[in-house]
């Protein structure tokens, strides 16, 4: 059970309202996540602004990869359970694909040097080397795209975050993060 109230969508703050009728919109649902960060219609809105931006960065299989890189690392089976649904479901990730993405890597070679650059951000808390971003950079990757691996690694660390903090109820077929990577 949550350790936060997660608020349904009758008794969310009228300012959230709005916001999450675009996400049933959207989705057809409104996770518990979304409903939990409503509680704060300040910080949805935050959220919701970040992540739309976002959305128009890299693509949605390098995004899903980033995203589950970064919930092992931050042992968030909210955000594990939510990314491995999306990432089989959305961006058609094979499970082998998946298990290398939570292990910080990638099939296939350029994209398992922004994911595991991510994971590396992360777990290093940005402070990785020259030779780390240059090997991105060989890789193919833009200063630009550079900056928004790190933008979708601090945007899943704020998910993962809350949720580890709210041991927000998962709405998703669980993922433990105990399982293989």
Do not use: W
């Not at 899903?64 to 479901?89: D, F, K, P």
């Amino acid at each position: 059970m949550s350790r936060l109230p997660i608020p349904d969508l009758d008794n969310a703050p009228e300012a959230s309202k709005p916001i999450l009728d675009a996400v049933h919109k959207q989705l057809g649902v409104v996770p518990n996540m979304f409903r939990l960060v409503s509680s704060s219609p300040a910080v949805l809105e935050g959220f919701i602004g970040n992540n739309g931006a976002l959305a128009r960065t890299l693509d949605v299989k390098t995004r899903e990869r980033i995203a589950l890189a970064v919930a092992q690392i931050n042992g968030c089976e909210y955000c594990l359970s939510a990314h491995t649904y999306l990432g089989l479901n959305l961006a058609k990730l094979t499970p082998e694909e998946i298990a290398r993405n939570r292990a910080g890597s990638s099939g296939d070679a350029k994209v398992a040097l922004a994911v595991g650059f991510a994971a590396k951000v992360v777990r290093e808390r940005g402070q990785v080397s020259d030779a780390d971003i240059a090997a991105v950079r060989e890789a193919g990757y833009s200063d630009s795209q550079i900056i928004e691996i790190i933008a979708l690694a601090a945007e899943n660390v704020f998910t993962n975050l809350i949720n580890n903090v709210a041991r927000t109820d998962i709405d998703f077929p669980v993922v433990s993060v105990t399982e293989a990577a």
